[in-house]
């Protein structure tokens, strides 16, 4: 059975803004190509939008990871609220669309703007000392950190290099069977006219890129870009006032079973991924022989890897036998697998994308790239370690 919130509330619409390597574009521009193409999809005013969420917010971080918060986008639309959020804290980049269909279930708004806006390549682009990047001298690491930044492991691509590593050591995980995520993303991104990469990429190409985290190398990790998303979340009620068929929220995934810290979970073979997924399965009677198309994160290749395991599309331990070749996950498979390029080669729109993409999947609107079998049931994710949310949606 459906869970109780899911089923008062549906998606209305969804937009992007232009996304590319060093746009140079204000991020506040970018949120509102994407919010404004969404309310446009689903018919709706800037009257009738009364809620808005996003992830993480408006927050000191690295450059142009975030700096759009709630506030901003409420003044430039002159928007009277009803309800509002934004954190840092949360079941991954989805998080967001979880909480904004609890406070659309539970009375408190009819329509939530869900956004998530990045800028990270200009941002990274400008040299050291301008207002983007700031002139704060070096600080001593505090909480958690404190334990990996004398080792240098202080980025997320050695946290996933160590699960990936133990993964492989565990199941003999190859590195031919980790490729085919992201060759797989690549041959996607060639159908998408917004994707940053389109050229071939061969499994010569990946073996032979420069490793950036063993057994990580370049073309495991995502591409940061510029680049806006927008979803509404909207009251089931309001159906027969929108303008496109709207998409249905089956279950949400949204659980943390174990520890909070990449390095201290249980049983390391497994992430927060495998506790999402078990929770959006006991949300609903869909398993997961029912998904038709799979958006799932991939940040760093390996995260796939575990999403795909902890969804149930194999065994524990079989996601390198389940990938291998990449008949399954392409196109024409039993599972195609990040249809618009993902974010190895589509850009790093960091999650949010992921749920945009299937919509437009079930919707058989994804131009391009839109699946010559028009699917019914699709599964997004996002997050990876301690981090992660998964929305299943139908048609």
Same mark, same amino acid.
């Given at each position: ?68 918060? =709630? ?102 995980? =190859? ?221």
């Amino acid at each position: 059975m459906t869970g109780f919130g899911e089923r008062d509330v549906v998606i209305s619409g969804v937009g992007q803004s232009q996304v590319g390597r060093r746009l140079n574009v204000a991020p506040l521009e970018l949120t509102l190509q994407a919010v404004l193409a969404a309310a446009a999809e689903a018919g709706l005013s800037r009257t009738d939008i009364d809620g808005i969420c996003t992830w993480p917010g408006a927050m000191e971080s690295a450059p142009g990871f975030s700096g759009v918060g =709630t506030t901003e986008l409420q003044d430039a639309l002159g928007l009277e609220l009803s309800w509002y959020f934004a954190g840092p804290d949360g079941p991954g980049q989805l998080s967001q669309v979880v909480t904004a269909a609890a406070a659309v279930s539970a009375g408190l708004a009819n329509h939530v703007v869900c956004f998530r806006t990045v800028w990270e390549a200009s941002a990274r682009s400008r040299p050291i000392g301008s207002t983007t990047r700031g002139t704060s001298p070096r600080r001593r690491a505090a909480g958690w950190r404190q334990w990996q930044q004398p080792y240098g492991a202080g980025v997320p691509s050695v946290w996933t290099a160590l699960y990936a590593r133990h993964y492989m050591e565990e199941f003999g995980l =190859t590195r031919e069977q980790l490729a085919q995520v992201a060759l797989t993303a690549r041959a996607n991104a060639g159908f998408n006219d917004s994707a940053v990469y389109t050229d071939p990429l061969s499994m010569s190409d990946y073996l032979e890129s420069r490793t950036i985290s063993d057994p990580l190398c370049l073309f495991d990790c995502d591409v940061p870009v510029d680049g806006a998303t927008a979803l509404i979340v909207s009251h089931r009620d309001t159906v027969a006032d929108l303008a496109c068929t709207p998409i249905e929220i089956a279950a949400v995934g949204s659980a943390q079973r174990d520890s909070p810290l990449w390095e201290q979970r249980t049983d390391l073979s497994t992430m927060a991924a495998h506790d999402a997924a078990d929770m959006m399965w006991s949300r609903t009677d869909l398993r997961a022989t029912d998904v038709d198309v799979a958006e799932l994160y991939d940040g760093f290749s390996f995260l796939t890897i575990m999403w795909l395991e902890a969804l149930g599309f194999c065994g524990r331990g079989e996601a390198g036998g389940f990938v291998d070749g990449g008949l399954r996950i392409a196109r024409d498979g039993t599972l195609p697998l990040n249809t618009q390029g993902g974010q190895l080669s589509g850009g790093r729109l960091h999650g949010l994308g992921f749920a945009v993409e299937a919509v437009r999947q079930l919707r058989g609107v994804a131009g391009r790239h839109q699946l010559q079998r028009r699917p019914e049931v699709a599964v997004a994710s996002a997050g990876g370690g301690p981090l992660a949310g998964c929305l299943l949606l139908t048609r």
